[in-house]
């Protein structure tokens, strides 16, 4: 549905977009991400034709934005950064310009403009000055914008920047109601927006792509391999003896006692071997319960954050590098955990 | 075009700015009017047709600075520019609507010579020839107007430009004068000056505007004025298309 070949954006030496390609088939949804700067808005802007690149091409349907930019953009439906609103139009008027612009049938403009204040749900304001509408109101109405004309590829820039919390689940919720019949684009600096609403992701950085994959398979590649939280009740001694039974597993360290009672432990495991049923059964056999075995998976967030740090600040291979953020995963666990152990303590004093 | 023609036109109207443009328009013509015609006793509306040209270089900026600047500032350019429209299509469609104001304008001012009418003879193909020209000429200054208007994003630096440049060509056939006239008359100084003198007086409208106010009927200023007015709507297109690339 969308092809981008070779992308590159320059203002003067300033190179914003360096060398994108990546293709988005139809009816997916695929998320854009990066830090403010990293030039999203530069490659939305390029790829629904309001900008030029200095390089590349961009194809829409088989369309090339450049060449034959009024049926590539026949199929574009563009929420930029900032709703492209006049405010001195009334809502119904403004939607009305828009179906005027994008060639809708004057038949069927009317219920096309009905359908579409009902599903982004600005019945209420259809007849009010947008200049006097709130920020989540004007988002809606610069979404339902978008929208008009049916265009097979939405492309959503930040939609739910600005929004408050609830109105940020409505949209979302909305997109992906969208998503069923449309392919569409949409950028944001918020992970757990585009891992609620994304089925693939694209991670740029100062204008590179760094990453492309499902959020799934992003936070798997990119996790410390088989590595492994554990929490065992027991002493110490015992269970690091009971531990070296395990075969397969290649470091272990105590990251000590978290919960009374217990030890936590940090394993790592050699690639493709799953410890954790050996593991189960040699701690049973010496009788030591193993209270949980936690994957350290990364979450988008973190991957994210590792993609976009700056080169040289941080090390993959190094373990020991990366041990100050397992303990922040591990302490996350606690708090999760702890509340729980402590009723059960007092059960236990009565 | 025609939604962004349409749209333009009820925008003026929205805004103070169309009932701006065509009341002051109006209320000066209309005084020109009565001191030059209806209190003289004069049927010749020479002097009114330049009297409303001057009108122009104040209320035209007016008229075409927000046209492409506001767009900008608002960033409604990017529905524009990402909707399935040619980029020619907004120019036209927004010139062709201050167009249509200012339409309007000389449609209300073609009363004044049937308010003459009611005092004696006039020469009625001779004032329909001089509103003819004022009409064309406003259209000229309008395609400057929006050709300054693609320039910026602040409308009042669109406004002030406009009204420079119209100024300018306003005192355009005095300058080229003065210019011929001050250039030495012999050896290569004079062949410079005679070129530059020709240059300017190209851009002399008030010489191309004396036709019509005399009422006479002449095509060449006819094809001036439009044939710059295209250029200079030409112009606004490819500043508005060269923007992509920036």
């Known amino acids: 549905m969308i092809e981008i070949a070779n992308l590159t954006k320059r203002y003067g030496d300033k190179v914003a977009v360096d060398n994108i390609s990546f293709t988005v088939k139809k009816g997916e949804i695929l998320g854009f991400l990066g830090p403010n700067g990293a030039g999203k808005s530069t490659t939305m802007n390029i790829l629904t034709g309001y900008l030029s690149s200095t390089n590349g091409s961009v194809k829409i349907d088989g369309h090339d934005i450049l060449d034959d930019p009024v049926s590539a953009k026949a199929h574009i439906g563009y929420l930029p950064e900032q709703p492209p609103l006049y405010l001195d139009m009334t809502v119904t008027e403004y939607l009305d310009f828009v179906c005027d612009l994008k060639k809708v049938d004057k038949a069927e403009k009317e219920g096309h403009i009905a359908e579409i204040v009902s599903v982004v749900k600005l019945k209420e304001v259809k007849d009010r000055l947008i200049s006097n509408l709130s920020k989540g109101y004007r988002q809606r109405v610069g979404l339902a914008q978008a929208m008009i004309g049916n265009p097979e590829v939405l492309v959503l820039d930040e939609p739910t920047v600005g929004l408050d919390p609830k109105q940020i689940i409505e949209i979302r919720d909305l997109i992906k109601k969208l998503g069923k019949a449309h392919t569409i684009i949409l950028s944001s600096h918020i992970m757990q927006e585009v891992s609620a609403v994304c089925e693939r992701v694209i991670i740029i950085n100062k204008g590179k792509l760094v990453a492309s994959d499902t959020p799934d398979n992003l936070s798997k590649a990119m996790s410390e391999e088989n590595k492994f939280q554990i929490r065992v009740k027991g002493e110490e001694r015992a269970i690091l003896d009971a531990l070296q039974g395990v075969s397969g597993i290649k470091y272990m360290k105590s990251l000590g006692r978290k919960e009374p009672g217990t030890i936590d432990f940090l394993l790592e495991a050699a690639p493709d071997v799953d410890i954790r049923v050996a593991l189960f059964e040699t701690l049973a056999k010496h009788n030591l319960p193993l209270l949980f075995s936690k994957s350290l998976e990364l979450s988008l967030e973190d991957i994210f954050l590792k993609l976009t740090r700056d080169e040289g600040a941080f090390e993959f291979d190094s373990f020991v590098a990366n041990e100050a953020d397992f303990d922040v995963i591990g302490q996350d666990a606690v708090s999760e955990a702890q509340q729980e152990p402590v009723s059960v303590e007092k059960e236990e004093d009565e | ?246």
Not at chain 2, 8 to 14: H, I, P
Not at chain 2, 46 to 60: E, L, P
Not at chain 2, 136 to 155: D, H, R
């Open chain 2, 1 to 246: 075009m025609a939604a962004i023609f349409k749209r333009e036109l009820k925008a003026y109207f929205k805004s103070p700015i169309g009932y701006i443009f065509i009341g002051l328009c109006i209320l000066v013509a209309a005084v020109f009017f009565w001191i030059g015609n209806l209190a003289y006793g004069l049927a010749n509306m020479g002097t009114f047709f330049s009297n409303v040209g001057v009108v122009y270089i104040i209320v035209i900026p007016i008229l075409t600075m927000r046209s492409m600047a506001e767009e900008r500032k608002s960033r409604t350019d990017q529905l524009l520019m990402t909707a399935p429209v040619r980029t020619s299509d907004i120019v036209i469609g927004k010139f062709l609507a201050a167009v249509a104001v200012l339409t309007i304008t000389c449609v209300v001012m073609l009363l004044f010579p049937f308010i003459l009418r009611l005092y004696g003879e006039i020469a009625l193909g001779e004032i329909v020839i001089g509103f003819l020209g004022l009409y064309l000429m406003g259209v000229m200054f309008i395609s400057i107007g929006i050709l300054m208007s693609t320039l910026t994003e602040n409308q009042v630096i669109a406004a002030v430009s406009t009204g420079a440049v119209l100024l300018l060509l306003w005192f355009m056939e005095s300058i080229a004068g003065q210019v011929s006239s001050s250039m030495a008359t012999t050896g290569a100084l004079a062949v410079i000056g005679q070129i530059a003198a020709s240059i300017l007086n190209f851009f002399a409208v008030t010489a191309r505007f004396a036709d019509f106010t005399q009422g006479i009927f002449n095509l060449v200023p006819i094809f001036y004025f439009l044939s710059l007015a295209f250029l200079f709507v030409f112009l606004s297109i490819r500043v508005v298309e060269r923007r992509r690339w920036r």
